[in-house]
């Protein structure tokens, strides 16, 4: 009797799913009770990692320019008979030659502006008060009720300035030991950074190996079909994340780069510093052009006020390009997402990831919302129902039923 409940193929499917229940809910009483533990774990796992993350993120986003000179060594050198490991190491060296130069010579010619910059704001500060204070009076000269009340919110600012320094000068112990702390993680994000450079050249010289790896198991563990699934969603996400990012980094760079040849032209302070605030912020879709001019408006206020409204004004000039030229005609519809689920994504990556979250959630929800939506009209054509949205309207609903 009892050979023959085992050999039964249906109490057999039975005891599977009854353990597979068990296993999962015991996993979640696990996550909820020892969540912090766990939290704590997987920290600490992410952090061992982080040579590996390094390694596939750059992996990633160095592939196409290898692919690039891959492709340019076999049209010029091989044509009759390719030698493909050569090529590929070939292209390897090249990328990643070209890549660290970029990076040091971008670092060697910002940081030090940078450091200078800001160095010249924090010495300079009671004289930009006073400059300021100046523009204010000078501009609200004919109008002396809005000149007292400026002139008394100003003093109260001022105040607020004076009073966080005198109480930041006791702390400046525990100020030091947290920059060294900070030097020594960027010292170890550094390590990180480098040895997930090492990681991405193995990756990339055997990229069609891992990849096959990763096929060879999937298709042992799924169906054939659900494989076809798989693979379908790795290539949208793949031409998804790979178009945005790319594109979205061409724009930003761009948007830098003219935003600091325009200042320089103008006249304007503080021209490198911006030019980076406005180039990196531009990277997030959006709400990136605000968060970029908001802070940079700030600063010409208070070094320079009397350019603040020629900033301001070039400002949206510069926004205005990129949102209806620069930035379509380098992205395109990437994402092929509406407004509305843009700031959607934004807002949840935000919350949840801060910078990265608000930059790489896009094109994550963009593949969702682009799987959802065929998921959905492949169900209401098996229906033999419209798959237009306009369809499902209350007017033309009114006329389906009259």
Known sequence: MVMKIFNDKKYNTIAAYAIATFAVCLLLVIIIFRFSTLAGVVKNLLHILNPIIWGVVIAYLLNPIMMFFERLFVKAFDKKKPHKKLNRYLSIAVTSILTLLVIISIAAVLIPQIIGNISNIASNMPAYFENMQKWFDDLLENNP???DFVNSEFKDFQTYITDAVNKFQPQLQSFVSNLTLGILNFAVGVKDFLLGFIVMIYLLASKEIFIAQAKKIMYALLSEKACSHVMYVA?????????????????????????????????????VLISVIVGITNMIPFFGPFIGAIPSALLILLVSPDKLVAFVVFIIILQQFDGNILGPKILGDSTGLPSFWVLFAIFIGGGLFGFAGMLLC??????IYTLAKQLIENRLKAKNLPVGTKEYMDGNENEKTQ
């Open 145 to 147: 009720m809005i000149m």
């Open 362 to 367: 896009v094109p994550v929800f963009a593949v």
């Open 235 to 271: 290539r949208k996400s793949n031409t998804t994340f790979i178009g945005f990012i790319s594109g979205k980094l061409l724009d930003s760079f761009i948007i830098g780069v003219l935003c600091f040849i325009a200042m320089t032209l103008m006249g304007m302070p503080l021209t």
